[in-house]
């Protein structure tokens, strides 16, 4: 599972950042479209070429992992329909067991992730996302986590190929991230298969 190691440096301390139970539901409204979506941000909030660090990169990384994890595990609890809870659980599956890894190649980078802006619009858009799918239930729920998993991979793809990976400055964290894109592709297409099969 190396392919997605740089997913989970220091991935304990956005876990409880991440969840969020939020009463509030002022957000369903402007999310049932699913274009409100955490990376959409890392668009328009991640640092100039200059300023974008290797730790502010693996931070980013970090934290859109988490999302897709936590995303998951709302799932599991909410879905009674068996392709999306095995989907949820594909997608936890494939993020958990890369923490195994994840502290021996930090150590190695000597790379600690560090909070950026771009981090926190992540955490506050998931917090958004997490309401809405905490808010659905049923088939309505099934339908906005599965098309909402087509959106974040592809915002999460397009951001490690065209932000990360090019201010990325080491070589062994730039060749993670190149490697992880193959594997981001294959959920992409999982999603959309789902996305489609929920929809007919």
Do not use: R, W
Not at 3 to 31: G, Y
Not at 51 to 79: E, H, R, Y
Not at 91 to 104: G, L, R
Request: glycine letters at 0%; aromatic letters at 4%.
């Amino acid at each position: 599972m190396k392919k997605l190691l740089f997913f989970s440096l220091a991935l304990a301390p956005f876990m409880s950042a991440c969840n969020s139970n939020s009463s509030e539901t002022k957000t369903e409204t402007t999310t049932d479209t699913v274009s409100t979506m955490p990376v959409d941000t890392m668009a328009t909030t991640t640092p100039s070429t200059s300023a974008l660090t290797d730790p502010q990169i693996a931070s980013i990384a970090v934290t859109a992992n988490q999302i897709d994890v936590d995303n998951g595990k709302i799932a599991l609890k909410k879905s009674s329909n068996a392709d999306v809870k095995k989907f949820a659980q594909t997608m936890i599956n494939d993020h958990t067991a890369i923490i195994k890894q994840a502290t021996d190649l930090a150590t190695k980078l000597n790379v600690t992730p560090e909070t950026n802006p771009t981090t926190q619009s992540l955490l506050d858009n998931a917090k958004m996302v997490a309401d809405s799918l905490n808010n659905k239930s049923g088939a309505d729920f099934d339908k906005y986590y599965a098309q909402s998993e087509v959106n974040y991979h592809q915002q999460v793809i397009d951001a490690v190929k065209n932000t990360l990976i090019p201010n990325t400055q080491n070589a062994e964290l730039k060749s993670l991230l190149q490697s992880v894109v193959p594997n981001l592709e294959h959920h992409l297409e999982m999603a959309k298969e789902l996305s489609s099969k929920l929809n007919k």
